[in-house]
Protein backbone atom coordinates (compact mmCIF):
# COMPACT_ATOMS: atom_id res chain seq x y z
CA UNK A 1 0.00 0.00 0.00
CA UNK A 2 2.74 2.39 0.89
CA UNK A 3 4.53 1.82 -2.69
CA UNK A 4 1.47 3.19 -3.99
CA UNK A 5 2.48 6.76 -3.08
CA UNK A 6 4.83 9.18 -2.91
CA UNK A 7 5.80 11.45 0.02
CA UNK A 8 6.15 14.75 -0.08
CA UNK A 9 7.56 17.33 2.49
CA UNK A 10 8.24 20.81 2.68
CA UNK A 11 9.41 22.14 6.27
CA UNK A 12 9.15 25.62 7.44
CA UNK A 13 11.78 26.21 10.67
CA UNK A 14 11.73 29.31 12.99
CA UNK A 15 14.89 29.76 14.74
CA UNK A 16 15.08 32.59 17.15
CA UNK A 17 18.38 35.22 16.08
CA UNK A 18 20.28 35.28 18.67
CA UNK A 19 20.75 38.56 19.59
CA UNK A 20 20.79 40.42 22.71
CA UNK A 21 17.73 42.48 22.43
CA UNK A 22 14.60 42.12 20.30
CA UNK A 23 14.06 43.23 16.36
CA UNK A 24 12.85 46.47 16.78
CA UNK A 25 13.35 47.60 20.54
CA UNK A 26 15.78 47.33 22.73
CA UNK A 27 13.91 44.81 25.29
CA UNK A 28 15.78 42.18 26.76
CA UNK A 29 15.79 38.56 24.92
CA UNK A 30 16.46 37.01 27.83
CA UNK A 31 14.33 33.81 28.55
CA UNK A 32 14.29 32.95 31.68
CA UNK A 33 12.94 36.55 33.11
CA UNK A 34 9.55 36.98 34.96
CA UNK A 35 6.56 37.44 32.73
CA UNK A 36 6.19 40.34 31.15
CA UNK A 37 9.41 42.12 32.73
CA UNK A 38 10.89 42.05 29.15
CA UNK A 39 8.30 44.88 27.20
CA UNK A 40 7.84 48.44 26.03
CA UNK A 41 5.58 50.41 24.57
CA UNK A 42 6.93 49.31 20.92
CA UNK A 43 6.60 45.79 21.50
CA UNK A 44 3.65 45.84 23.00
CA UNK A 45 2.11 47.37 20.06
CA UNK A 46 1.18 51.02 22.15
CA UNK A 47 -0.64 53.49 19.83
CA UNK A 48 2.21 56.29 18.31
CA UNK A 49 5.47 54.02 18.69
CA UNK A 50 7.77 53.95 15.51
CA UNK A 51 9.77 50.47 15.40
CA UNK A 52 14.05 50.72 14.89
CA UNK A 53 15.71 47.71 13.02
CA UNK A 54 18.13 45.81 15.15
CA UNK A 55 21.07 45.61 13.02
CA UNK A 56 22.44 42.58 14.42
CA UNK A 57 19.60 40.95 13.75
CA UNK A 58 19.47 41.49 9.88
CA UNK A 59 23.91 40.43 10.36
CA UNK A 60 22.63 36.95 11.73
CA UNK A 61 20.03 36.52 9.20
CA UNK A 62 22.39 36.98 6.07
CA UNK A 63 25.11 35.63 7.87
CA UNK A 64 22.92 32.03 7.88
CA UNK A 65 21.53 33.17 4.07
CA UNK A 66 25.38 32.83 2.81
CA UNK A 67 26.19 29.59 4.93
CA UNK A 68 23.42 27.81 3.01
CA UNK A 69 24.07 29.47 -0.22
CA UNK A 70 21.16 31.80 -0.29
CA UNK A 71 21.42 34.64 -2.77
CA UNK A 72 20.91 37.98 -0.49
CA UNK A 73 18.33 40.45 -1.66
CA UNK A 74 19.96 43.97 -2.12
CA UNK A 75 16.65 45.61 -1.28
CA UNK A 76 14.39 44.30 0.93
CA UNK A 77 10.85 45.47 2.54
CA UNK A 78 9.29 44.42 5.60
CA UNK A 79 5.26 43.62 5.82
CA UNK A 80 2.55 43.50 7.95
CA UNK A 81 1.08 40.11 8.43
CA UNK A 82 -2.82 40.98 9.95
CA UNK A 83 -4.44 38.62 12.36
CA UNK A 84 -6.56 38.98 15.81
CA UNK A 85 -4.95 36.60 18.51
CA UNK A 86 -4.73 37.25 22.36
CA UNK A 87 -0.64 36.83 21.51
CA UNK A 88 -0.63 39.08 19.50
CA UNK A 89 -1.07 42.78 20.82
CA UNK A 90 -0.47 44.80 17.43
CA UNK A 91 -3.18 42.95 15.83
CA UNK A 92 -0.16 42.74 13.16
CA UNK A 93 3.25 40.98 12.85
CA UNK A 94 5.86 42.72 11.13
CA UNK A 95 7.26 40.24 9.04
CA UNK A 96 8.20 39.86 5.06
CA UNK A 97 6.31 38.77 1.81
CA UNK A 98 7.45 39.73 -1.32
CA UNK A 99 10.94 40.75 -0.56
CA UNK A 100 12.50 38.59 2.11
CA UNK A 101 16.13 39.20 2.96
CA UNK A 102 17.39 35.86 1.05
CA UNK A 103 16.42 33.41 -1.32
CA UNK A 104 17.11 30.25 -3.10
CA UNK A 105 19.41 28.30 -1.30
CA UNK A 106 20.17 24.59 -0.56
CA UNK A 107 21.17 22.35 2.36
CA UNK A 108 22.85 19.06 1.52
CA UNK A 109 21.67 15.79 3.69
CA UNK A 110 22.85 12.72 3.59
CA UNK A 111 19.53 10.06 3.30
CA UNK A 112 19.65 6.47 2.59
CA UNK A 113 23.44 6.38 2.18
CA UNK A 114 23.48 9.35 -0.53
CA UNK A 115 23.97 13.06 -0.28
CA UNK A 116 20.72 15.12 -1.39
CA UNK A 117 20.47 18.60 -1.93
CA UNK A 118 17.25 19.84 -0.19
CA UNK A 119 15.69 23.53 -2.10
CA UNK A 120 16.34 26.28 0.65
CA UNK A 121 13.21 28.79 -0.83
CA UNK A 122 13.67 31.63 1.30
CA UNK A 123 14.95 33.11 4.54
CA UNK A 124 13.10 36.20 5.99
CA UNK A 125 12.45 38.05 8.91
CA UNK A 126 9.71 38.38 11.79
CA UNK A 127 9.35 39.17 14.91
CA UNK A 128 7.77 36.45 17.34
CA UNK A 129 4.48 36.49 19.23
CA UNK A 130 3.72 36.21 23.20
CA UNK A 131 3.00 33.61 24.70
CA UNK A 132 -0.14 32.34 26.44
CA UNK A 133 -0.32 29.95 29.39
CA UNK A 134 -3.20 27.65 30.35
CA UNK A 135 -1.93 25.77 33.11
CA UNK A 136 0.70 26.68 35.71
CA UNK A 137 2.73 23.52 36.21
CA UNK A 138 0.38 20.93 36.05
CA UNK A 139 -2.52 22.77 36.99
CA UNK A 140 -5.32 23.96 35.00
CA UNK A 141 -6.25 27.82 34.76
CA UNK A 142 -9.61 28.48 34.80
CA UNK A 143 -8.25 31.52 32.50
CA UNK A 144 -5.52 32.14 30.25
CA UNK A 145 -2.57 34.75 31.01
CA UNK A 146 -0.34 35.94 28.46
CA UNK A 147 3.65 36.66 28.29
CA UNK A 148 4.38 39.04 26.06
CA UNK A 149 8.21 38.67 27.01
CA UNK A 150 8.38 37.09 23.82
CA UNK A 151 6.84 39.55 21.41
CA UNK A 152 9.19 41.60 18.97
CA UNK A 153 11.91 38.81 19.52
CA UNK A 154 13.55 38.34 16.22
CA UNK A 155 13.04 34.98 14.34
CA UNK A 156 14.14 33.87 11.09
CA UNK A 157 11.76 31.97 8.82
CA UNK A 158 14.11 29.39 6.85
CA UNK A 159 11.30 27.62 4.26
CA UNK A 160 12.50 24.71 2.39
CA UNK A 161 11.12 23.32 -1.02
CA UNK A 162 8.68 21.02 -0.80
CA UNK A 163 12.07 18.45 -1.99
CA UNK A 164 11.85 15.73 1.08
CA UNK A 165 10.38 12.28 0.49
CA UNK A 166 10.49 10.76 4.06
CA UNK A 167 9.66 11.46 7.55
CA UNK A 168 13.88 10.43 7.72
CA UNK A 169 14.72 12.70 5.05
CA UNK A 170 12.79 15.82 7.02
CA UNK A 171 14.73 14.38 10.17
CA UNK A 172 17.97 14.48 8.03
CA UNK A 173 16.94 18.09 7.10
CA UNK A 174 16.24 19.60 10.47
CA UNK A 175 19.27 17.86 12.07
CA UNK A 176 21.49 18.91 9.16
CA UNK A 177 20.01 22.52 9.21
CA UNK A 178 20.27 23.31 13.38
CA UNK A 179 23.65 22.21 13.33
CA UNK A 180 24.53 24.69 10.61
CA UNK A 181 23.29 27.17 12.96
CA UNK A 182 25.23 25.79 15.89
CA UNK A 183 28.53 26.00 13.68
CA UNK A 184 27.92 29.59 12.83
CA UNK A 185 26.33 30.30 16.29
CA UNK A 186 23.50 32.67 14.37
CA UNK A 187 20.62 30.57 16.84
CA UNK A 188 21.13 28.79 20.27
CA UNK A 189 18.88 26.37 18.53
CA UNK A 190 17.48 25.50 22.30
CA UNK A 191 14.02 23.72 21.02
CA UNK A 192 13.05 23.33 24.70
CA UNK A 193 13.12 26.66 24.54
CA UNK A 194 11.09 26.96 21.27
CA UNK A 195 14.04 29.00 19.49
CA UNK A 196 13.92 25.95 16.82
CA UNK A 197 10.39 25.14 15.67
CA UNK A 198 9.27 23.53 12.58
CA UNK A 199 5.97 23.25 11.27
CA UNK A 200 5.81 20.38 8.78
CA UNK A 201 3.79 20.37 5.36
CA UNK A 202 3.04 17.41 4.00
CA UNK A 203 1.29 15.80 1.17
CA UNK A 204 0.72 12.20 -0.96
CA UNK A 205 0.24 11.54 -4.17
CA UNK A 206 -0.07 8.41 -6.39
CA UNK A 207 3.42 7.25 -7.30
CA UNK A 208 3.90 8.63 -10.82
CA UNK A 209 1.92 11.76 -10.71
CA UNK A 210 3.55 14.85 -11.50
CA UNK A 211 0.80 17.47 -9.49
CA UNK A 212 1.37 17.87 -5.69
CA UNK A 213 -1.40 16.62 -3.58
CA UNK A 214 -3.23 18.44 -1.20
CA UNK A 215 -1.32 19.16 2.07
CA UNK A 216 -1.64 19.58 5.61
CA UNK A 217 0.41 21.60 8.05
CA UNK A 218 1.80 20.06 11.14
CA UNK A 219 2.49 22.11 14.12
CA UNK A 220 3.48 21.39 17.93
CA UNK A 221 6.31 19.01 17.61
CA UNK A 222 9.18 19.87 19.75
CA UNK A 223 11.82 17.94 18.74
CA UNK A 224 13.36 16.49 15.63
CA UNK A 225 12.00 12.60 16.65
CA UNK A 226 8.29 14.33 17.78
CA UNK A 227 8.41 15.65 13.88
CA UNK A 228 9.42 12.39 12.21
CA UNK A 229 6.76 10.27 14.25
CA UNK A 230 3.93 13.19 13.35
CA UNK A 231 5.03 12.97 9.82
CA UNK A 232 5.04 8.71 10.65
CA UNK A 233 1.40 9.04 11.59
CA UNK A 234 0.09 11.59 9.10
CA UNK A 235 1.63 9.49 6.08
CA UNK A 236 -0.51 6.46 7.11
CA UNK A 237 -3.81 9.09 8.02
CA UNK A 238 -3.38 10.44 4.52
CA UNK A 239 -2.94 6.93 2.93
CA UNK A 240 -6.04 5.25 4.71
CA UNK A 241 -8.45 8.70 4.33
CA UNK A 242 -7.84 8.29 0.16
CA UNK A 243 -7.68 4.70 -0.06
CA UNK A 244 -11.30 5.14 1.61
CA UNK A 245 -12.04 7.29 -0.87
CA UNK A 246 -11.90 10.12 1.23
CA UNK A 247 -10.33 13.54 0.50
CA UNK A 248 -7.23 15.32 2.17
CA UNK A 249 -8.38 19.02 3.01
CA UNK A 250 -6.12 21.47 3.36
CA UNK A 251 -5.96 22.07 7.12
CA UNK A 252 -3.48 22.91 10.06
CA UNK A 253 -3.38 19.91 11.72
CA UNK A 254 -1.23 19.80 15.83
CA UNK A 255 0.48 16.84 17.03
CA UNK A 256 -0.68 15.75 20.26
CA UNK A 257 2.57 13.66 21.76
CA UNK A 258 0.59 11.99 24.35
CA UNK A 259 -1.90 10.53 22.15
CA UNK A 260 0.56 10.12 18.86
CA UNK A 261 -2.05 11.53 16.67
CA UNK A 262 -2.22 14.41 14.70
CA UNK A 263 -5.90 16.23 14.84
CA UNK A 264 -7.41 19.03 12.97
CA UNK A 265 -7.12 22.47 14.42
CA UNK A 266 -8.68 24.95 12.02
CA UNK A 267 -8.61 25.05 8.22
CA UNK A 268 -5.21 26.78 6.57
CA UNK A 269 -5.80 30.42 5.74
CA UNK A 270 -4.35 31.83 2.29
CA UNK A 271 -1.98 34.18 2.01
CA UNK A 272 -4.82 37.01 0.86
CA UNK A 273 -6.78 35.98 4.33
CA UNK A 274 -3.61 37.99 6.09
CA UNK A 275 -3.88 41.03 3.76
CA UNK A 276 -0.16 41.33 3.74
CA UNK A 277 1.09 45.16 2.98
CA UNK A 278 4.23 46.98 3.29
CA UNK A 279 5.23 48.00 6.61
CA UNK A 280 4.89 52.05 6.31
CA UNK A 281 6.52 52.60 9.47
CA UNK A 282 9.71 51.08 8.03
CA UNK A 283 11.67 52.10 5.37
CA UNK A 284 12.79 48.95 2.77
CA UNK A 285 16.63 47.90 3.47
CA UNK A 286 19.35 48.30 1.19
CA UNK A 287 21.99 46.23 1.37
CA UNK A 288 25.45 46.16 -0.29
CA UNK A 289 28.11 44.62 -1.18
CA UNK A 290 30.32 45.58 1.47
CA UNK A 291 28.02 44.84 4.14
CA UNK A 292 27.64 41.37 2.58
CA UNK A 293 31.46 40.91 2.28
CA UNK A 294 32.27 41.46 5.74
CA UNK A 295 30.04 38.85 6.85
CA UNK A 296 31.08 36.33 4.31
CA UNK A 297 34.16 36.41 6.34
CA UNK A 298 32.90 35.89 9.57
CA UNK A 299 31.90 32.25 8.36
CA UNK A 300 33.68 29.24 9.87
CA UNK A 301 34.25 26.04 8.52
CA UNK A 302 31.01 24.65 7.92
CA UNK A 303 30.21 20.94 9.16
CA UNK A 304 30.30 19.31 5.55
CA UNK A 305 33.86 20.97 4.60
CA UNK A 306 34.73 19.76 8.10
CA UNK A 307 34.23 16.29 7.50
CA UNK A 308 36.09 16.38 4.25
CA UNK A 309 39.14 17.98 6.09
CA UNK A 310 38.82 15.11 8.99
CA UNK A 311 38.93 12.60 6.17
CA UNK A 312 41.76 13.84 4.02
CA UNK A 313 43.91 15.39 7.04
CA UNK A 314 43.54 12.78 9.02
CA UNK A 315 42.50 9.77 7.07
CA UNK A 316 39.17 8.96 9.42
CA UNK A 317 36.95 6.58 7.56
CA UNK A 318 33.81 8.64 6.45
CA UNK A 319 31.30 6.62 9.60
CA UNK A 320 33.58 7.75 12.03
CA UNK A 321 33.88 12.05 10.36
CA UNK A 322 30.04 11.74 10.21
CA UNK A 323 29.42 11.06 13.78
CA UNK A 324 31.97 13.70 14.85
CA UNK A 325 30.84 16.75 12.89
CA UNK A 326 27.42 15.93 14.03
CA UNK A 327 27.72 18.42 16.75
CA UNK A 328 30.21 21.51 16.51
CA UNK A 329 31.49 20.81 20.38
CA UNK A 330 32.17 17.46 19.49
CA UNK A 331 34.18 18.06 16.52
CA UNK A 332 36.19 20.65 18.90
CA UNK A 333 36.98 18.43 21.36
CA UNK A 334 38.03 16.09 18.58
CA UNK A 335 40.69 17.89 17.48
CA UNK A 336 41.64 19.58 20.33
CA UNK A 337 42.36 15.89 22.02
CA UNK A 338 44.13 15.33 18.94
CA UNK A 339 46.09 18.16 19.31
CA UNK A 340 47.59 16.84 22.46
CA UNK A 341 48.97 14.18 21.42
CA UNK A 342 52.21 13.73 19.94
CA UNK A 343 50.98 13.23 16.45
CA UNK A 344 53.71 10.15 16.02
CA UNK A 345 51.90 7.35 15.25
CA UNK A 346 49.79 7.34 12.50
CA UNK A 347 46.81 5.50 14.09
CA UNK A 348 46.47 7.99 16.90
CA UNK A 349 43.55 9.98 14.83
CA UNK A 350 41.47 6.75 14.68
CA UNK A 351 42.26 5.70 18.30
CA UNK A 352 41.03 8.89 19.63
CA UNK A 353 37.89 8.81 17.01
CA UNK A 354 37.26 5.26 18.80
CA UNK A 355 37.63 6.50 22.22
CA UNK A 356 35.60 9.63 21.84
CA UNK A 357 32.73 7.61 20.10
CA UNK A 358 32.51 5.01 22.02
CA UNK A 359 34.09 5.17 25.55
CA UNK A 360 33.67 8.40 26.08
CA UNK A 361 30.00 9.05 24.44
CA UNK A 362 28.80 6.22 26.05
CA UNK A 363 29.57 7.26 29.35
CA UNK A 364 28.68 11.08 29.29
CA UNK A 365 25.22 9.44 28.14
CA UNK A 366 24.95 7.43 31.01
CA UNK A 367 25.86 10.44 33.17
CA UNK A 368 23.48 12.52 31.21
CA UNK A 369 26.02 14.81 30.08
CA UNK A 370 26.62 16.75 27.41
CA UNK A 371 30.25 16.84 25.74
CA UNK A 372 30.62 20.10 26.78
CA UNK A 373 30.12 19.05 30.06
CA UNK A 374 32.29 16.05 30.13
CA UNK A 375 34.91 15.38 33.06
CA UNK A 376 37.42 14.23 30.73
CA UNK A 377 39.00 16.97 29.06
CA UNK A 378 39.71 16.73 25.83
CA UNK A 379 43.99 17.22 26.27
CA UNK A 380 44.07 14.59 28.94
CA UNK A 381 41.98 12.18 26.62
CA UNK A 382 44.76 13.12 23.89
CA UNK A 383 46.99 12.29 26.15
CA UNK A 384 45.61 8.80 27.36
CA UNK A 385 45.84 7.92 23.47
CA UNK A 386 49.20 8.81 23.49
CA UNK A 387 50.36 6.82 26.32
CA UNK A 388 48.65 3.67 24.62
CA UNK A 389 50.18 4.29 21.33
CA UNK A 390 53.41 4.65 23.28
CA UNK A 391 53.10 1.49 24.89
CA UNK A 392 52.88 2.95 28.31
CA UNK A 393 50.02 1.69 29.53
CA UNK A 394 48.17 -1.87 27.51
CA UNK A 395 44.54 -0.77 25.92
CA UNK A 396 43.14 -3.08 28.59
CA UNK A 397 44.96 -0.74 31.39
CA UNK A 398 43.56 2.67 29.29
CA UNK A 399 40.05 1.17 30.53
CA UNK A 400 40.65 1.72 34.24
CA UNK A 401 42.70 4.82 33.81
CA UNK A 402 39.67 6.03 31.72
CA UNK A 403 37.30 5.08 34.46
CA UNK A 404 39.29 7.03 36.92
CA UNK A 405 39.81 10.37 34.59
CA UNK A 406 35.73 10.19 34.24
CA UNK A 407 35.15 9.81 38.14
CA UNK A 408 38.08 12.15 39.42
CA UNK A 409 38.99 14.44 36.43
CA UNK A 410 42.21 13.73 36.98
CA UNK A 411 45.04 13.62 34.22
CA UNK A 412 46.22 10.05 33.00
CA UNK A 413 49.59 10.57 33.94
CA UNK A 414 48.48 11.04 37.75
CA UNK A 415 46.16 8.16 37.66
CA UNK A 416 48.84 6.11 35.99
CA UNK A 417 51.30 6.71 38.41
CA UNK A 418 49.37 7.03 41.33
CA UNK A 419 48.15 3.18 40.59
CA UNK A 420 51.39 2.04 39.55
CA UNK A 421 49.65 0.96 36.12
CA UNK A 422 52.44 1.69 34.05
CA UNK A 423 52.93 -1.19 31.67
CA UNK A 424 56.04 -3.65 32.26
CA UNK A 425 58.29 -3.51 28.97
CA UNK A 426 61.58 -4.35 31.18
CA UNK A 427 62.77 -7.53 28.77
CA UNK A 428 64.15 -9.11 31.84
CA UNK A 429 61.48 -8.74 34.31
CA UNK A 430 58.82 -10.01 31.58
CA UNK A 431 61.37 -13.21 30.83
CA UNK A 432 61.48 -13.99 34.82
CA UNK A 433 57.08 -13.61 35.19
CA UNK A 434 57.35 -15.94 31.52
CA UNK A 435 59.63 -18.40 33.09
CA UNK A 436 57.29 -18.51 36.09
CA UNK A 437 54.24 -19.38 34.28
CA UNK A 438 55.76 -22.03 32.19
CA UNK A 439 56.73 -23.63 34.94
CA UNK A 440 53.13 -23.46 36.82
CA UNK A 441 51.69 -25.00 33.13
CA UNK A 442 53.48 -28.35 32.66
CA UNK A 443 50.50 -29.25 30.77
CA UNK A 444 50.06 -26.31 28.40
CA UNK A 445 53.88 -26.25 27.59
CA UNK A 446 53.45 -30.27 26.79
CA UNK A 447 50.79 -29.34 24.20
CA UNK A 448 52.09 -26.31 22.61
CA UNK A 449 55.65 -28.30 22.10
CA UNK A 450 53.11 -30.92 20.47
CA UNK A 451 52.32 -28.65 18.21
CA UNK A 452 49.27 -27.38 19.75
CA UNK A 453 49.74 -23.12 19.12
CA UNK A 454 46.74 -22.40 20.71
CA UNK A 455 47.76 -23.96 24.05
CA UNK A 456 49.93 -20.78 24.27
CA UNK A 457 46.99 -18.86 25.34
CA UNK A 458 46.53 -19.84 28.42
CA UNK A 459 50.39 -19.34 29.72
CA UNK A 460 49.85 -15.66 28.21
CA UNK A 461 46.86 -15.98 30.14
CA UNK A 462 48.79 -16.88 33.41
CA UNK A 463 51.70 -14.09 32.45
CA UNK A 464 48.66 -11.40 32.62
CA UNK A 465 47.57 -12.22 35.92
CA UNK A 466 50.59 -12.71 37.69
CA UNK A 467 51.69 -9.17 36.30
CA UNK A 468 48.49 -7.52 37.23
CA UNK A 469 47.30 -7.14 33.63
CA UNK A 470 50.76 -4.37 32.95
CA UNK A 471 52.78 -6.91 30.94
CA UNK A 472 53.54 -5.48 27.75
CA UNK A 473 51.28 -8.12 25.30
CA UNK A 474 53.15 -8.03 22.08
CA UNK A 475 56.46 -8.65 24.42
CA UNK A 476 54.74 -11.70 26.25
CA UNK A 477 53.80 -13.46 22.95
CA UNK A 478 57.22 -13.21 21.84
CA UNK A 479 59.10 -13.92 25.10
CA UNK A 480 56.89 -16.95 25.24
CA UNK A 481 57.19 -18.39 22.03
CA UNK A 482 61.24 -17.88 22.16
CA UNK A 483 61.27 -19.45 25.49
CA UNK A 484 59.42 -22.47 24.68
CA UNK A 485 61.00 -23.25 21.41
P1 LIG B 1 1.44 28.37 2.22
O1 LIG B 1 1.14 29.53 1.39
O2 LIG B 1 0.30 27.46 2.48
O3 LIG B 1 2.21 28.71 3.47
P2 LIG B 1 3.81 27.80 0.75
O4 LIG B 1 3.77 27.64 -0.71
O5 LIG B 1 4.31 29.06 1.34
O6 LIG B 1 2.40 27.45 1.34
O7 LIG B 1 4.67 26.63 1.31
C1 LIG B 1 4.85 26.44 2.65
C2 LIG B 1 5.67 25.19 2.83
O8 LIG B 1 4.93 24.06 2.37
C3 LIG B 1 6.97 25.16 2.05
O9 LIG B 1 7.98 24.62 2.88
C4 LIG B 1 6.69 24.25 0.88
O10 LIG B 1 7.85 23.55 0.49
C5 LIG B 1 5.68 23.29 1.45
N1 LIG B 1 4.74 22.77 0.47
C6 LIG B 1 4.10 23.45 -0.48
N2 LIG B 1 3.27 22.64 -1.18
C7 LIG B 1 3.38 21.40 -0.64
C8 LIG B 1 2.78 20.13 -0.89
N3 LIG B 1 1.86 19.96 -1.81
N4 LIG B 1 3.15 19.08 -0.11
C9 LIG B 1 4.06 19.24 0.86
N5 LIG B 1 4.66 20.41 1.14
C10 LIG B 1 4.33 21.48 0.41
ZN1 LIG C 1 10.16 46.30 23.75
MG1 LIG D 1 3.89 30.04 3.78
Not at 36 to 46: A, D, L, R, S, Y
Not at 303 to 320: C, M, T, W
Not at 334 to 357: G, H, Q, V
Request: net charge negative; charged share 30%.
Amino acid sequence: MKNKYEVVIGLEVHSQIKTETKVFCNCSTDFHSQPNTNICPVCTGQPGVLPVLNKKAVELLVKTALALDCSINKKSVFARKQYFYPDLPKNYQISQYELPFAEHGKLNISADGKIKSIGITRIHLEEDAGKLLHEIGSRQLDCSLADYNRTGIPLMEIVSEPDMRSPQEAAAYLTALKNLIEYIETSDCNMEEGKFRCDANISIRPVGQKEFGTKAELKNMNSISGVEEALEYEVQRQIETVENGGKIIQETRTWDPNEKITKSMRSKENAHDYRYFPDPDLVPVNLDDVFIENIKITIPELPEKRKERLIQEYGLPEYDANVIISDKALVNFYEDALNNTAKDAENIPKLIANWLTTELLGKLNNAKLTIKESPVKAEYLGQLVSFISKGTISGKIAKTVFEEMFNTNKDPETIIKEKGLVQISDENEIIKICQEAADESPKAVAEYKSGKERALGAIVGLVMKKSKGKANPQMVNKILADLLK
